[in-house]
């Protein structure tokens, strides 16, 4: 006798695994390098700073997030964040995007590049002088996944956004009990803002949220919920690193936090970064094929290509150290492409071509406020 399924549990079975997908590439472009270098700068600001940063910014990446979303559900035509400025800010507003994004993006890939390269060199000889050359292995390792393309990101998001939650439930089971709570009660006012630059860049992901309206095929009512969850799983995560990691290190907390606690600390690292680098290498690749009409080859070969150039050209004259680069293309590229994400809402709230499954109300109030927060941001990290 065959056993029939209702059609209903079919389709209940494909909107939770569409879901899933969502939320791990979201999550898994969310949580990169940045993560590494939260648990520094709270341990020079304080853990409580951090803390608050983390919540507040939180807070704001979440609405700015829906915003991106709601434009991508009023737009019928899929597109990557320039594309969206392109058709909604004109032809300057898209070039701005294209530059915001070129430079969060290749600076989140060139700090993983340099991240794995660190954690690999200690995990396999205790040491960082094989960094450079891992480093590069790795990026080679990147672009034969990336030339996979979609099918790729979803089958590795959700194995490696699993391993890093479970890596994280692992190390705070093991960790908990050496949390020294004289070294969370640390404050530094001197270094009030330094946390700012480092928390906005490892909780930026707006590259991703095009890839989720794409993952989300006819199943774009689940939009709010997937950004709702991807933004508060990194969040929650964040928190309890920072928390574990400056507890038990205190001062000594080092820039990339996993290279001094041991193998499972640096795996976490590891798992964190490929995660990153896959969902925001099939970003920028889509961008150049999509928005820039690019061929594959030529797409494939400038999204891996020039991040090596890049990393080597910073390790050679050893220009960035870690954190600063996370800085630096955290507050760039997330303050420029904030601000012109709440300019595109408002016309794509007139403009749109399609009705959205969801509205988030917007004002100028909202508008300027972040916008100065952004601006700000840029200013102190740039010159102070």
Request: hydrophobic share 55%; net charge positive; glycine share 10%.
């Amino acid at each position: 006798m065959r056993v029939r399924f209702p059609p209903s549990l079919f389709k209940m079975n494909q909107e939770k695994k569409r879901f899933y997908s969502a939320v791990s590439i979201l999550i898994g472009t969310c949580i990169g390098a940045g993560v590494l270098g939260i648990p520094y700068v709270a341990s020079k600001a304080g853990f409580f700073v951090a803390f608050a940063y983390i919540i507040f910014v939180g807070l704001m990446m979440l609405t700015v997030h829906l915003y991106l979303g709601e434009i991508s559900l009023r737009t019928k035509s899929n597109h990557q964040i320039p594309g969206y400025a392109r058709k909604y800010l004109g032809k300057k507003g898209g070039h701005l995007m294209e530059f915001a994004t070129l430079f969060g993006i290749y600076s989140a890939i060139v700090a993983y590049i340099l991240g794995v390269g660190e954690s690999l060199s200690f995990l396999i000889f205790g040491e960082g002088v094989y960094s450079t050359i891992l480093g590069v292995l790795f990026s080679v390792l990147m672009a034969g996944f990336l030339w996979r393309g979609m099918r790729t990101l979803k089958k590795f998001e959700k194995i490696g956004v699993g391993i890093v939650l479970g890596l994280l439930a692992l190390i705070f089971l093991i960790f908990v009990k050496d949390v020294n709570l004289a070294n969370l009660y640390y404050f530094n006012i001197g270094n009030i803002f330094l946390p700012f630059g480092v928390i906005l860049f490892s909780l930026m992901s707006f590259s991703a949220i095009p890839e989720v309206k794409v993952v989300l095929h006819k199943n774009e009512k689940l939009m709010k919920k997937v950004l709702l969850f991807g933004t508060f799983i990194p969040v929650v995560f964040y928190i309890l690193f920072a928390l574990i990691v400056v507890g038990y290190m205190g001062a000594n907390t080092p820039q990339i936090a996993t290279l001094a606690l041991g193998k499972v600390f640096i795996l976490l690292g590891i798992f964190t970064m490929f995660t990153s680098y896959l969902s925001l290498g099939n970003a920028l690749q889509h961008n150049f094929m999509f928005d820039e009409r690019m061929k594959k080859r030529k797409a494939w070969i400038l999204t891996t290509l020039i991040p090596i150039v890049i990393f080597l050209i910073t390790r050679i004259w050893d220009i960035f150290s870690f954190t600063k680069l996370l800085g630096i293309g955290g507050v760039i590229s997330a303050g420029a492409s904030g601000i012109l994400i709440l300019m595109m809402v408002k016309k794509a709230k007139k403009h749109g071509d399609r009705k959205p499954e969801y509205s988030v109300p917007i004002n100028w109030f909202i508008i300027i406020l972040f916008s100065l927060i952004f601006i700000l941001g840029v200013i102190y990290e740039l010159f102070f």
